[in-house]
C-alpha cells in the first residue's frame, strides 16, 4: 500500500475507517496528492524494526483524562542519556528511506571546521538578505537574533566580528520530507522518545517559530504540489475554481499558478511566504483582504496528521472543530498540515496609487502628522470600497519625517473609479500645503499589479531590529464623537519621534459568503480597519544586553501607548512582539482562546506540538533565557507549577 496510489474509493474508505473514528469515517476526501497517498500502515511499523519508537497514539475521541501519559519535565535534549543514540537516529534514517539531515548552519562554510569552504561562504555571505537562500536551507530561520546570532556571516556588515558557530537554536536534524509517511514516522519517534519537535517551512515567522534547540524538524519546502480545480463544491454546495496547494507551496508559485488559470488567489505580499503553512494557519493577510476576506477564510479543505499520527482530512464536516482552529488558531499547534484547498476568483483589474510626501520647508512636523491623520480619516471610506493600503511611516533626521505609500491598491477598480476614491484625500494633503506626485496605474489582473508594484524579494536575515504590531478598530480612525483619531494620532507620532519605523496596512477583511468564515482568526482582525507593525532598531553586534533593553521599550513604552488607544484590540501573531503581554488576549482573542486551549489538550495532551506564544505554550519555558531578548536557544521544559 505504502508509496502506491489508491485507485478505488472503497480501498480510500477501508484506509479511512482504519485511520478515523467512525464519527468522521464518511468524510470525502479530494483526491490526494501522490505524496499524501503514501501513508504510514501498522503493517509497516511492524516491519520497521522498532515498532515501539513508531506506533500511532491514542485516538483523541478518548477523553484525555482516562487516557495515562508519562509527561517529562523537559524535552530530552542532546547530551542527555535518554537523547537518542547515534543506531537511533540511523534506524530512523533508514526507516525515513534516508530523508534525515544532520543540521549545519548556512554560514558554517565561513568558519574553520570541517565544513569551511571560502566559495560557499562568499556566496552565503552576499545572498544573506535573500529569503530564497534561507528557504532553499533545511536548518536556516530569516530572524537570527531569536537562534541565539551564532553562526552568522562574519564578513557580513551586519554581523561583524562574529566568531562562534554552533548550532545555536537551530533543529538538531531535520527531515526533508516527500511523502505524508514521513511525517507520520517523524512525529511518532518525536513523541515516543520525547525529543522537541518542530514544523519548519520557510522560516519567515517573526519570532522563529519554526526552529528550536534540540529538536527534530519536519521539513515541508519539498511539497510542492499544485493542482486547479476548476470547479470545486465544497461540504455546504458552494461551488467555484480552487486550489489544492502542497504544504511548501509559495505565495509567489500560487500567484503563478492563478495568473494561468485566469483566476485570483488570496495571498500576502512577500513572494516566499508558505501559503498551506503558517499564513493560513495565522490567519493571513492580503491585498485581496478587502474584498474575499482572509487568507485563512478561503480554506475549503485541508489534510493533516494529528500529533497521534494518524493522518485525516478536515472540513465543514470532518473534524469541524479542526477544521475551526487549524485556520487562525496558529501553526505547530494541532498537527502538520500537508495541503490546503483555498477557493479562487475570477481575474479583477487593479488600480494603484503611489506617492510619498516628508517634512521640508514648509511642511512642518505638526503638517506632517497632519498629513498623515488625513490618510486615517479615510480609512473607512477607502475599505468600504474594496481598496487596500500599504505604507510606511519613520524618521530620516532630527525633526524630520517620511511617508510613503507603497502602494494604495485599488482592487478591481479602474482608474476613474479609484481616482475619485482617494481624490478627496489628495485634496485635503494639498489643503495641508503638503507637496506630493501621486502615480496611478492600472493592471489587468492581480499578478500583474503584484509583479508590477513589487518587483522585488523583500530583505530579510537582519539581526539589527524586533517587532510588534497592532490591529486597530474603526473608532481609531474616527474623529467623531467617540472616535480616537486624535490619541491614535498621537500614539504614532510618540513613537517614530522616538525612532521607531511603523510599515502599516489600511485594510479591512470583508465578509464573503462564498467561503466560511466562522474560523479562529483572531476576532481582533474582524473589527480591524489598521494592521500597524512597529520596529525598534539595534546596533550591529548589539550585546544582548541593549537588545533586551531596546524591546523592553518597544513592549512596554511604545506598544503600551499603542494598546492604551486601543484598549481590548489584539495583535496579529504571524508578525508579533515575542514578547507580547497576555498573547492568549492579543493574538487569539479573549472569546476563543479557552476554546483553542482545549482542543489543544483534545487532540495533542503529551504537548508534542510547541510554538513560542502557541496555544498552549504558557506552559512551556525554554531555559537560560535573558529577560526581553528570549531565543529559540535552550532547553524546553514544562513550567514549574
Ligand atoms: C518579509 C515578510 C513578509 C510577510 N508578509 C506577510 C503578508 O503579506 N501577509 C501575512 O499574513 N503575513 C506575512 N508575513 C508573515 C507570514 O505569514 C508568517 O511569518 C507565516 O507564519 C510564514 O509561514 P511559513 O510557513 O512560510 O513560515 P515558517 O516560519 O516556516 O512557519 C511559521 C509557523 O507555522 C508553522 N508551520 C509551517 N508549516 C506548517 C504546516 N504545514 N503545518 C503546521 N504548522 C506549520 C511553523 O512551525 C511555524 O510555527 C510576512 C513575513 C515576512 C518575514
Ligand atoms: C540518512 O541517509 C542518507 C542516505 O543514506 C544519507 O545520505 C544521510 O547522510 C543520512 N542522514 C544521517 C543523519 O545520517
Ligand atoms: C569589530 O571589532 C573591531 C576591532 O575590535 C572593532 O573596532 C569594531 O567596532 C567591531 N565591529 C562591530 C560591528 O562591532
Ligand atoms: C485566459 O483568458 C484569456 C483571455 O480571455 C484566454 O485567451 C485564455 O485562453 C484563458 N486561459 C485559460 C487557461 O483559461
Ligand atoms: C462553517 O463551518 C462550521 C463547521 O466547521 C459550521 O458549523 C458552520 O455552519 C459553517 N458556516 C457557514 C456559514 O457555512
Ligand atoms: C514653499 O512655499 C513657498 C511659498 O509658497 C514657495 O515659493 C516654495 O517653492 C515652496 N518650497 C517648496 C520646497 O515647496
Ligand atoms: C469585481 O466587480 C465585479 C462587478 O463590478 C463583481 O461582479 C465581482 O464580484 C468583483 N470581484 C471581486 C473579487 O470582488
Ligand atoms: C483633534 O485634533 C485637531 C487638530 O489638531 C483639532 O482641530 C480637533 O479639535 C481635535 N479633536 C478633538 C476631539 O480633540
Ligand atoms: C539565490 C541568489 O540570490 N543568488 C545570488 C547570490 O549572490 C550572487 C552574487 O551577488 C548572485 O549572482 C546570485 O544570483
Known amino acids: 500500500m505504502v508509496g502506491t496510489k489508491i485507485q478505488s474509493a472503497s480501498a480510500l474508505a477501508a484506509i479511512l475507517s482504519f485511520f478515523v473514528d467512525q464519527s468522521t469515517a464518511a468524510c470525502p476526501s479530494n483526491p490526494w496528492f501522490a505524496y499524501e497517498n503514501a501513508q504510514l500502515t501498522e503493517s ?7 515498532p515501539d519508537l513508531f506506533r500511532f497514539g491514542a485516538d483523541p475521541s478518548v477523553a484525555s483524562s482516562s487516557r495515562l501519559f508519562t509527561r517529562p519535565q523537559c524535552k530530552t535534549y542532546p547530551g542527555d ?51 530564497r537562500m534561507h528557504v532553499e536551507d533545511p536548518t536556516s530561520a530569516m530572524f537570527p537574533i531569536f537562534q541565539g546570532r551564532t553562526c552568522l556571516p562574519p564578513t557580513h556588515p551586519s554581523f561583524q566580528n562574529n566568531t562562534a558557530c554552533t548550532l545555536g537554536g537551530y533543529a538538531s536534524y531535520s527531515v526533508a520530507v516527500m511523502q505524508v509517511k514521513q511525517i507520520q514516522l517523524a512525529i511518532n519517534f518525536a513523541r515516543l522518545t520525547n525529543v522537541r519537535l518542530v514544523v519548519h517551512n520557510t522560516g519567515h515567522d517573526f519570532a522563529d517559530k519554526s526552529i528550536g534547540a534540540g529538536s527534530l524538524s519536519i521539513w515541508t519546502h519539498k511539497l510542492k504540489d499544485i493542482s486547479f480545480l476548476p470547479s470545486y463544491t465544497d461540504c455546504r454546495g458552494r461551488s467555484g475554481p480552487a486550489f489544492k496547494l502542497g504544504a511548501g507551496v509559495e505565495t509567489e508559485e500560487v500567484y503563478k499558478a492563478a495568473e494561468a488559470n485566469n483566476v485570483t488567489v488570496v495571498g500576502g505580499e512577500c513572494r516566499t511566504v508558505g501559503i498551506a503553512g503558517g499564513y493560513i494557519a495565522g490567519g493571513g493577510h492580503s491585498p485581496m483582504s478587502t474584498l474575499a476576506g482572509m487568507g485563512a477564510d478561503q480554506v475549503l479543505s485541508m489534510d493533516v496528521i494529528l500529533p497521534n499520527g494518524r493522518f485525516v482530512t478536515v472540513n465543514e464536516d470532518c473534524y469541524p472543530d479542526l477544521f475551526w482552529a487549524l485556520r487562525g488558531g496558529g501553526g505547530s499547534t494541532y498537527g502538520v498540515v500537508t495541503s490546503v484547498t483555498v477557493r479562487a476568483y475570477p481575474q479583477i483589474p487593479v488600480t494603484t496609487l503611489s506617492f ?30 474594496g481598496a487596500f493600503g500599504y505604507w510606511l511611516v519613520l524618521s530620516i533626521g532630527p525633526g524630520q519625517y517620511l511617508f510613503s505609500m507603497m502602494p494604495m491598491w485599488g482592487g478591481n477598480l479602474t482608474t476613474p473609479q479609484f481616482t475619485s476614491l482617494v481624490q478627496p484625500f489628495l485634496d485635503d494633503l494639498t489643503d495641508l500645503g503638503i507637496p506630493f506626485d501621486p502615480v496611478f496605474r492600472e493592471y489587468p489582473s492581480f499578478y500583474q499589479t503584484y509583479i508590477g508594484t513589487w518587483p522585488n524579494v523583500e530583505a530579510v536575515g537582519g539581526a539589527d531590529n524586533h517587532a510588534a504590531s497592532r490591529l486597530f478598530p474603526k473608532e481609531n480612525f474616527e474623529s467623531g464623537p467617540g472616535g480616537k483619531l486624535n490619541e491614535t494620532l498621537a500614539a504614532v507620532r510618540y513613537v517614530v519621534e522616538d525612532g ?17 468564515q466562522t474560523n479562529a482568526v483572531n476576532p481582533a482582525w474582524r473589527k480591524a480597519l489598521g494592521f500597524f507593525i512597529l520596529s525598534v532598531g539595534f546596533p550591529p553586534n548589539a550585546p544582548d544586553s541593549v537588545i533586551a533593553e531596546r524591546s523592553e521599550k518597544l513592549t512596554n513604552d511604545w506598544m503600551a501607548r499603542w494598546r492604551q488607544v486601543s484598549p481590548g484590540a489584539g ?23 479557552p476554546r483553542l486551549k482545549k482542543l489543544k489538550e483534545k487532540y495533542d495532551p503529551t504537548g508534542l506540538f510547541y510554538a513560542h506564544k502557541a496555544v498552549g505554550s504558557e506552559d512551556w519555558e525554554i531555559q537560560g533565557q535573558v529577560p526581553y531578548f528570549p531565543t529559540q536557544n535552550g532547553r524546553l521544559c514544562r513550567k514549574q507549577t
Open 81 to 131: 542519556p535518554l537523547w537518542p543514540s547515534n543506531t537511533v537516529w540511523s534506524l530512523l534514517n533508514v526507516t525515513l528511506g534516508g530523508a534525515l539531515i544532520k543540521t549545519t548552519p548556512l554560514a558554517a562554510s565561513c568558519y574553520q571546521g570541517p565544513n569551511y569552504n571560502a566559495a560557499q561562504c562568499q556566496y552565503v555571505t552576499e545572498n544573506w538578505s535573500n529569503p
Open 44 to 50: 509497516a511499523i511492524a516491519s520497521s524494526g522498532n
Open 500 to 516: 521607531a519605523v511603523i510599515i502599516g496596512y489600511n485594510i479591512k477583511a470583508a465578509t464573503n459568503p462564498f467561503v466560511n
Open 571 to 593: 495583535s496579529y501573531l504571524s508578525e508579533g512582539d515575542i514578547n507580547e503581554p497576555d498573547f492568549q488576549q492579543s493574538f487569539y482573542g479573549a472569546e476563543f482562546y
Open 356 to 385: 510619498a510626501f516628508t517634512t521640508g520647508p514648509n511642511v512642518t512636523a505638526d503638517t506632517f502628522f497632519a498629513g498623515v491623520g488625513a490618510y486615517f480619516k479615510y480609512f473607512d471610506t477607502i475599505t468600504q470600497a
